[in-house]
């Protein structure tokens, strides 16, 4: 029997449930709970909030550089709404299905990413974007969601249990590993640093000896360090994080510019906010204010309750998420669900230590919250699926009290 570390032990089938689906009605006309509807509501409510906070932080911005207050927000409404389609959609895809495809959406995603490396669209020193009319992708994105598919599936059939290190840790990571260095090359260090350790977590929650797990995380390490000695600017950051974390001094005019406004939009926030739209901070003063370091000026106008909340919110999606990994019967949507949870989870905590000083400048955004396409649409992407797998959950337990309440358990 397989185990998931973390999972409750892996039970077989209700043989009412064989194929039915986790809406199917009952005995005795009973209706099945359809899912966690909190991994609805939250994503759908992050990202409203996010539409928000994206126009009264881009503005000023959208005025400045192409006289219109509303450019980034009518954008951010569009990627909203096709979002929202992206949601529903997976919200009912059938696993089996999703699990049939994993290696094939790691192959799409792979693909795509040589293909940016070879002639993406560059901007801001980095090649990270296709251009496809009037959208722009940005395969990392993808990536990063087909690469915890394809992880479920590999690890569902190859447990490291029961594999070993070669198969079940080593085979896996260097076909993540490959993502990784594609990721690097746009470059886009942060991004493939939290692949890696999403992987990593995965091949922990699957039961991965930390023992086998220790030389491919040193060799990783090696490979960030190697990625940051060759890209100065990546370097310069690492630079002004430790000058600050360890003497408290900012380049206030320098590369410390960001970090420094961005403490001040939170220090002035206080309790209770400058109001919406009152922020001093995105008046040009801290830069990517709508992508980056939108944090900050929703702690600026909203204060500590608004970024408190915002935080609860988070927490609750995280945990929402993590519950339905425990409870799942398969490994595949156990792991999986874990694996996006985590995902979203790790994405948060790097951008909210970027915003308060507590880690160097990544370029990483907020999920849900921040300005971009490709990032909103994989994240609510990953919350229909997390959703899908609660649907099983949910499913089986309303089943188990309905036969609890007959007495026929």
């Given at each position: 029997m397989r185990v998931v570390r973390h999972v409750p032990r892996l039970r077989g089938a209700w043989p009412a449930l064989q194929g039915r689906s986790a809406a199917a009605q009952a005995p005795g006309g009973a209706r099945v709970n359809r899912g966690d509807r909190w991994l609805l509501v939250l994503p759908l409510a992050l990202t409203a909030l996010g539409v928000v906070m994206v126009y009264s932080s881009s503005a000023i911005l959208g005025i400045t550089r192409y006289h219109d207050p509303d450019y980034f927000l009518i954008r951010q409404l569009g990627r909203a709404a096709l979002g929202v389609v992206v949601l529903l959609t997976c919200a009912k895809l059938r696993l089996s299905r999703l699990e049939a495809v994993a290696p094939w959406l790691l192959g799409v995603a792979t693909g795509l990413l040589t293909v940016v490396v070879v002639v993406g669209h560059a901007a801001n020193g980095a090649v990270r974007w296709l251009r496809l009319g009037f959208f722009s992708l940005q395969p990392t994105d993808l990536a990063r969601v087909s690469a915890i598919v394809f992880l479920a599936w590999w690890l569902k059939r190859n447990p490291p249990a029961e594999h070993g290190l070669a198969r079940g840790v080593l085979a896996p990571l260097a076909l993540i590993g490959?993502?990784?260095?594609?990721?690097?090359?746009?470059?886009?260090?942060?991004?493939?640093?939290?692949?890696?350790?999403?992987?990593?977590?995965?091949?922990?929650?699957?039961?991965a000896r930390l023992t086998h797990l220790a030389m491919p995380l040193g060799g990783g390490f090696v490979a960030a360090v190697v990625a940051l000695v060759t890209h100065p600017y990546q370097m310069k950051r690492v630079q002004t994080f430790a000058g600050f974390l360890g003497h408290g001094v900012v380049d206030h005019q320098g590369s410390g510019w960001q970090l420094d406004q961005s403490l001040i939009a939170i220090g002035s926030g206080g309790w209770l906010g400058r109001g919406l739209g009152g922020g001093l901070q995105k008046y040009l003063f801290l830069p990517?204010?709508?992508?980056?370091?939108?944090?900050?000026?929703?702690?600026?106008?909203?204060?500590?309750?608004?970024?408190?909340?915002?935080?609860?919110?988070?927490?609750?999606?995280?945990?929402?998420?993590?519950?339905?990994?425990?409870?799942?019967?398969?490994?595949?949507?156990?792991?999986?669900?874990?694996?996006?949870?985590?995902?979203?989870?790790?994405?948060?905590?790097?951008?909210?230590?970027?915003?308060?000083?507590?880690?160097?400048?990544?370029?990483?955004?907020?999920?849900?919250?921040?300005?971009?396409?490709?990032?909103?649409?994989?994240?609510?992407?990953?919350?229909?699926?997390?959703?899908?797998?609660?649907?099983?959950?949910?499913?089986?337990?309303?089943?188990?009290?309905?036969?609890?309440?007959?007495?026929?358990?």
């Open positions: 490959a993502v990784c260095g594609l990721i690097l090359l746009q470059p886009n260090l942060s991004s493939a640093a939290l692949l890696g350790l999403s992987a990593f977590t995965m091949l922990f929650l699957a039961g990517e204010a709508h992508t980056d370091f939108i944090f900050s000026i929703l702690a600026e106008e909203l204060g500590f309750l608004g970024a408190t909340l915002l935080l609860v919110g988070i927490a609750l999606y995280l945990w929402r998420g993590m519950r339905a990994a425990a409870r799942a019967a398969d490994p595949f949507p156990a792991l999986l669900a874990g694996g996006l949870t985590l995902q979203v989870g790790l994405y948060a905590l790097a951008n909210l230590a970027v915003a308060t000083g507590l880690a160097p400048t990544t370029g990483l955004p907020l999920p849900f919250v921040s300005y971009g396409g490709s990032a909103l649409l994989a994240n609510l992407a990953a919350a229909g699926i997390l959703y899908r797998v609660s649907v099983g959950v949910e499913g089986r337990e309303a089943l188990t009290r309905e036969r609890w309440s007959r007495g026929d358990a």
